[in-house]
């Protein structure tokens, strides 16, 4: 037998139960179904091309931020292989230092996938290692002019 819901004092008739609600999944975490970022291949030699280029233009990161509007902190980033850019911003960035866009990220046919990992890894260097290994790639590209 069903009870029926009893009159609420005031003469109105009560409301019907509410029925149970399901318990809610427990929630994701915010990067749930994203890949984690990691230093690879486009990063590594967007990186070092980027580097490569402003120092050939002999532009600062301070000056290059400045000119393209994106500001030090987003070219150091790029440089460190933290960030890409979008493909506007390295466009942009391409026109400012003077160099193709395929130059820029790596696609340059000509480029070494070994070296470009190598020489991003020049840049966690202290001076003092940088400066080295400068003076050695001085050498070495002094014999092959000869």
Known sequence: MKKRPRPDPSGKP????????????????????????????PLTSFAVSLRSAR??????????????GFGKRSIARYEAGGALPSIQAAAALSRILGTSLDQLGGMDSDQDPE??????????????????????????TDKNKR
């Open 14 to 41: 009560a409301k019907p139960a509410r029925p149970a609600r399901a318990p809610k999944p427990p929630a994701k975490p915010a990067t749930a179904g994203r890949p984690k970022p990691s230093i690879g291949a």
């Open 55 to 68: 120092d050939a233009a002999g532009i600062t990161q301070t000056a290059l931020g400045e000119v393209s």
């Open 115 to 140: 070296l470009a990992r190598m020489l991003a890894q020049v840049a966690g260097l202290s001076e003092e290692d940088r400066a080295f290994i400068r003076r050695a790639l001085q050498l070495v």
